[in-house]
């Protein structure tokens, strides 16, 4: 048999750089990373989540929903042979295959699939990978990571709310206190849509990704892209006359307290059917967020925030740091009544929830300080004096770990000195040391790196010592 060659002598060597747009990640990062995940898990789980995983590929189908004017930048998958081309590759394909996007349409797509083993209403957390090719950029890459809370089969707003007390509750649990929860509600741009009469779907989806990138190009440049005219048949350009844009843009800039808000709002949009409901579900949200005593300091409701994908119905929400606004939502989400019916015909199932952006969350926590980096999770370090004592060692690294207490046995054979500097550079609070005299008088000397300590040992009380001193 042929042997595989795996490295040609003489070639050029690759340069080890990663691509643009996406992230490594190293063991003290990963640590506060983890820490971070933990926390949010542990809230998620607090309000009675279910833990649910999917695959990072799905049909290109599931993820447009067959749309003509689905717009986003997907990462499509073929299966290549060795360095077949890509173009060969994929007219052997008997599907079209994407990355995922985010993680919404695929829970859509297990509703639809395992309906008869979900409980109802059924409530999921996951976190994962997605891939948007779009232009990387300070604290937005084309592979990040999102963690979802959703609610499925509750039509009621106690589920929006619910969604936004975690929201909150989140936040807070990882330290943070200045932070807005802005609240929408799509209904409302529906209305807004029928009363400056734009009627085509695609550009009522246009209108809205248009008013979701305001925070980003600003008022002027938003009240051009409303008013452009289509580059060709394909394009979904409002083009609203300047009347109409200078209505869209008085009522997005609607400010005041929340009751203010909403009363200006409805005396726009309160004669719509539609409109009106949207209104409605906002109040009925504010007097839930007002009973749980949520500081309103962390909520408000705001006209301008739309949400740019074309799957939600209801109630919107982001999150941004007022510590550091320019780095964008955080944390959002919304309702998505009946994305299911792409998958089950006029089944309606309705749905809410909300995304923490875990990188970008991430990079403003390291810029605002809350993240504590470490190198390691490792509380004691048992070093290895004498080859001979390699299994006494083992047993002892062994009996530390059986407490609980997350231990490291030195691997190599080095001086103690290295070994030392080993503890030291991993931040090893505590190193346990045995010779070979140590050894026959069954004791150890356990050694206190922060205090520049060390105490002689039996080796019956190693563990309970080391308990008090790592408390």
């Known amino acids: 048999m042929k042997k595989e060659k795996y490295m040609d002598e003489g070639k050029k060597t690759i340069k080890p750089d990663k691509v643009g747009g996406f992230l490594d990640y190293l063991p003290p990062v990963m640590i506060a990373r983890n820490k971070m995940l933990s926390t ?68 859509s797509r297990v509703v639809a699939a395992y309906s008869d083993k979900l409980p109802k209403p059924f409530k999921r957390y996951q976190v994962g990978k997605v891939w948007r090719g779009e232009r990387s950029q300070a604290g937005r890459y084309r592979e990040f990571v999102q963690f979802d809370a959703d609610i499925i089969g509750c039509r009621s707003v106690i589920a929006d709310t619910e969604i936004i007390q975690i929201m909150h509750t989140v936040m807070t649990a990882l330290g943070f206190e200045n932070f807005l929860i802005r609240i929408n509600n799509r209904k409302i741009f529906e209305a807004l ?27 002027e440049e938003l009240k051009a892209e409303l008013m452009r005219e289509p580059d060709n048949q394909y394009d979904p350009a409002p083009n609203l006359s300047a009347e ?66 074309g799957y939600y119905t209801g109630p919107v929400f982001e999150t941004v740091l007022t510590d550091l606004p320019e780095i964008g939502s955080v944390y959002s989400g919304g309702r998505f009544d009946g994305l299911t019916n792409r998958f089950i015909s006029n089944s309606n199932i309705p749905g809410t929830g909300a995304s923490v952006g875990v990188d970008r969350l991430f990079a403003a926590m390291e810029k605002l300080g809350k993240i504590q980096v470490v190198p390691s999770l490792t509380k004691v370090l048992v070093t290895v004096m004498d080859p001979s004592l390699c299994v006494e060692c083992l047993r002892i690294a062994n009996e530390v770990r059986a407490a609980g207490i997350p231990t490291e046995l030195y691997l190599e054979e080095a001086p103690l000195k290295s070994q030392l500097a080993y503890a030291l550079k991993q931040e090893i609070p505590l190193v346990v040391i045995m010779g070979s005299d140590e050894n026959e008088k069954g004791q150890v000397s356990l050694k206190n790196m922060a205090a520049r300590s060390q105490e002689a040992l039996d080796k019956s009380v190693l563990v309970s010592r080391i308990k008090e001193v790592i408390k």
């Open 244 to 309: 109409k844009a200078e209505k869209v843009m008085r009522f997005i800039a609607i400010q005041g307290s929340c009751d203010e808000i909403l009363a200006q709002a409805e005396s726009v949009v309160g004669s719509s059917k539609i409109g009106g409901e949207g209104v409605a579900e906002l109040r009925r949200i504010a007097d839930n967020l007002r009973s749980l005593a949520i500081p309103e300091a962390n909520w408000k409701m705001d006209l301008s925030i739309a949400r740019g994908l």
């Open 193 to 219: 849509n029928e009363i400056i009469g734009l009627d085509d779907p695609e550009k009522r989806e246009e209108l809205i990704r248009i008013i979701d990138k305001r925070d980003k190009v600003g008022d």
């Open 40 to 107: 949010i898990e542990a809230v998620y789980q607090s309000f009675g989540f279910l833990p649910l995983d999917t695959p990072a590929v799905e049909r290109l189908e599931v993820l447009t929903g067959n749309r003509s004017g689905f717009q986003m930048n997907l990462y499509r998958t073929v299966v290549a042979s060795g360095l077949e081309s890509i173009s060969d590759a994929a007219k052997r394909q008997d599907m079209d295959l994407a990355l995922r996007f985010d993680l919404t349409v695929p829970l």
